[in-house]
């Protein structure tokens, strides 16, 4: 038995060692024995390695100026890519056009210029001297041609493909412009105007145009170009430069579609071909030329619309498919909903209220801009006034507005038959607004002022806000504003009437603040106001508190009412831009709970339902903006800003100094630069209060305003009369 094995085991043992794979493990281990024989290992950990040819030994040794270039490479790889799109795709734009002025024109605003041009050019920026006269007594005239080409490169070279430098006293024609660059290329050198018959250098006066890579190579040779302009004339300075640079001259880039400029002459400038129309030294004689263009512009456009009508009707006429012929020919076919939810009706109206309008009331006043557009349709329906009986008015979100008119015609005192005319105020195209840019990581300082019938509500807030806000690490600062009346002046004390919301706070704040020891601002403070019996108005509350917050925070006006929700917060970080516009949110306020619960237990937080609530649209305590804006805004009014409790208004003294809408602090933003946003916010929700209203402390405006919302705060109409037929049954 063992020496069959035996006969076996020594075949196998004789061939691994007759193999290629033992043969080539013995070479690399006896090469291994050699190279570890020639050398030593230093102190440093290196590889000292003897040569062979006796010279000096080489200790290769890691330095720590090796570790930290590799750390420099490291950190030279790493790509961090751009905050926009446009950036990282190098997107530039198309055409600027550059608009050169005096420096009376520009301070004094009387440039008059062709603002029909934003759909073919992409921007206008004006180059002008600031300074009406200089040392020596003269007046300041127009910038040196080459001062602004330093001002394109330095502010504009990298975001546009082509310049078009012009004088203020000329017009464009935006569709022949767009038509001639188009197939321009910004690589290439364009220098292309119109050739003076004196001299041959493009003459500024009737425009230039310039490509951007003919200006990097201008850029070149700027200080060249600067101490060799000699001549007066800026045309010539620049064709010196621009030959010194380039080689180019003025040109055509196209022999078949050449640059052409007309001089403008009254009543006899034909405006088919010309690019730019020069030679409006005066503001009237350029309100002629604008006028003139305007014209023609729409001639082009009404016989545009002609041609493009007769060829959709010889479309349908020709085709095969039964198309449906909408009116007017081109527009949005009607929207037919199927949803029941959706009010498919049209309104009633007459030359002074639009009836039906809202649920609440049943006869609106019109509003002047709805005034004038009855007028100019009766106006396009050869209807007269007097001759007017009613009309009816749809909106539709895909097409517009749908009018219909009826009025009788008279004709020796006798009545004939009505007429009817039937008009459409088409949608216009929507135009994206640019708006600079905005994150959701913005701090919030929401600050809630606190009434003494609030405490409950209060105390209910804090804890929400704690674990909505708090524990999801949330940006957002809370300073509860306590409210102080004569009757209980008590602060800090047993007899503190805010004792129990203060230990709330105070305990809240103690327990996050020890979760979280990296932070060493408070997530919540809160401030004592004392009055002198009269509440405090929106405005005199801001200026006492604005002055305690930081200038890089969102300043955020809010109630006991509301819920704390992250979706709103986030609302206001992104519409609340700091010089730009400021957010007025329409809260969404719950009915009287006994009238939409009934016997039912309230949920614990409130649900988007018409049913449960409604937009309460004279709610205007709720307001996000930035300090610096209210500020600015605080100054345009007379009254002064209020910086102690003791410049507050009370009972007997009249505090009625503000404006008269002193509790509507958006008002307080439309006499600045700031736009105010106002829409209805879903995610602002509020719980019911009920409404007072004081007769002694409110105006006539405001008692008005104050019924209509005690009104409106109880419940739908059918929910109100539901309940009356319960209560008779």
């Not at 291994?32 to 290769?60: C, M, N, P, W």
């Not at 602002?684 to 919302?709: G, P």
Request: charged share 25%.
């Amino acid at each position: 038995m063992f020496p069959s094995r035996r006969s076996q085991f020594l075949p196998m043992v004789s061939s691994f060692f007759s193999s290629p794979f033992f043969f080539g493990l013995l070479v690399g281990f006896s090469l291994h024995l050699y190279y570890r024989g020639l050398g030593q290992t230093t102190q440093d950990g290196g590889i000292e390695r003897s040569i062979v040819t006796g010279e000096k030994t080489q200790a290769f040794v890691p330095t720590k100026e090796n570790d930290n270039n590799n750390k420099k490479d490291k950190n030279e790889k790493t790509f961090v890519r751009p905050r926009f799109v446009k950036d990282e795709l190098n997107i530039t734009k198309r055409l600027l056009v550059a608009v050169i002025t005096d420096g009376e024109i520009l301070q004094t605003q009387e440039n008059l210029f062709n603002w029909t041009l934003h759909s073919y050019v992409s921007d206008i920026v004006y180059f002008g001297n600031n300074s009406k006269e200089d040392e020596s007594g003269t007046k300041a005239g127009s910038p040196d041609i080459l001062d602004i080409l330093k001002q394109i490169s330095t502010h504009h070279l990298t975001q546009y493909q082509l310049f078009f430098i012009i004088p203020s006293t000329s017009a464009l024609h935006g569709k022949n412009i767009k038509q001639f660059t188009d197939p321009l290329s910004p690589s290439d050198l364009v220098y292309a105007g119109k050739k003076s018959s004196l001299t041959g250098t493009c003459d500024l006066q009737a425009g230039i145009l310039l490509s951007r890579e003919l200006i990097k190579q201008v850029m070149t040779e700027m200080a060249w170009c600067a101490r060799n302009r000699v001549s007066y004339d800026q045309s010539q300075n620049l064709e010196k430069c621009v030959f010194y640079a380039t080689k180019v001259k003025c040109h055509d880039p196209f022999d078949e579609s050449p640059y052409k400029a007309q001089k403008y002459k009254s009543s006899s400038t034909p405006f088919d071909s010309a690019l730019l129309f020069y030679g409006a030294t005066s503001a009237k004689t350029k309100n002629t030329l604008l006028h003139d263009l305007n014209v023609h512009n729409e001639k082009v456009f009404n016989n545009d619309v002609k041609n493009l009508d007769a060829n959709i009707r010889a479309f349908i006429n020709s085709s095969k498919y039964d198309i449906v012929v909408n009116w007017p020919t081109g527009s949005n076919p009607k929207f037919k909903s199927t949803d029941r939810f959706d009010r498919d009706v049209s309104l009633s109206f007459n030359q002074t209220h639009l009836l039906g309008d809202d649920e609440y009331d049943p006869a609106t006043k019109l509003d002047d801009n709805h005034a004038k557009d009855i007028q100019e349709i009766l106006k396009q329906c050869n209807i007269q006034s007097d001759d007017f009986n009613s009309g009816w008015k749809k909106v539709d979100a895909t097409r517009g507005a749908d009018y219909i008119l009826e009025g009788n015609q008279k004709s020796n005192e006798k009545r004939l038959a009505s007429k009817e005319c039937l008009a459409v105020r088409e949608l216009a195209n929507p135009e994206i607004v640019p708006m600079p840019f905005v994150t959701e990581s913005f701090r919030i300082s929401l600050i809630v002022p606190v009434m003494e019938k609030d405490s409950q509500k209060t105390m209910n807030m804090l804890r929400s806000f704690a674990k909505n806000s708090i524990e999801n690490s949330e940006r957002i600062f809370l300073m509860l504003v306590f409210i102080y009346t004569p009757e209980r002046p008590d602060k800090n004390n047993n007899n503190d009437f805010f004792k129990d919301v203060k230990q709330l706070a105070l305990q809240i704040s103690k327990k996050y603040k020890k979760k979280d020891k990296v932070k060493t601002s408070s997530h919540l403070l809160w401030y004592s106001l004392q009055t002198k019996g009269l509440t405090p108005s929106s405005i005199e509350l801001m200026d006492l508190v604005t002055h305690k917050l930081d200038d890089k925070t969102i300043i955020l006006l809010g109630s006991p009412d509301m819920e704390i929700r992250s979706d709103y917060f986030n609302r206001v970080r992104m519409n609340t831009i700091l010089g730009k516009q400021v957010f007025c949110p329409i809260p969404f306020v719950e009915y009287h709970p006994a009238i939409i619960y009934g016997k039912k237990r309230p949920t614990a937080s409130l649900s988007f339902n018409t049913s449960l609530g409604h937009f309460d649209t004279l709610n205007h305590h709720h307001l996000s903006f930035y300090k610096a804006d209210y500020l600015l805004a605080r100054s345009l009014i007379e009254f002064p800003i209020v910086k102690a409790e003791s410049e507050l208004g009370d009972k007997v003294a009249s505090a009625n100094k503000l404006p008269a809408e002193k509790e509507k602090l958006c008002s307080l933003f439309m006499h600045s630069k700031v736009h105010s946003l106002t829409a209805p916010e879903p995610s602002l929700r509020l719980r019911y209060e009920e409404i007072f209203c004081d007769q002694e402390t409110m105006s006539e405006l405001e008692i008005k305003s104050c019924f209509v919302r005690r009104m409106r705060s109880f419940g739908r109409r059918s929910q109100l009369a539901e309940m009356v037929m319960n209560s008779e049954q």
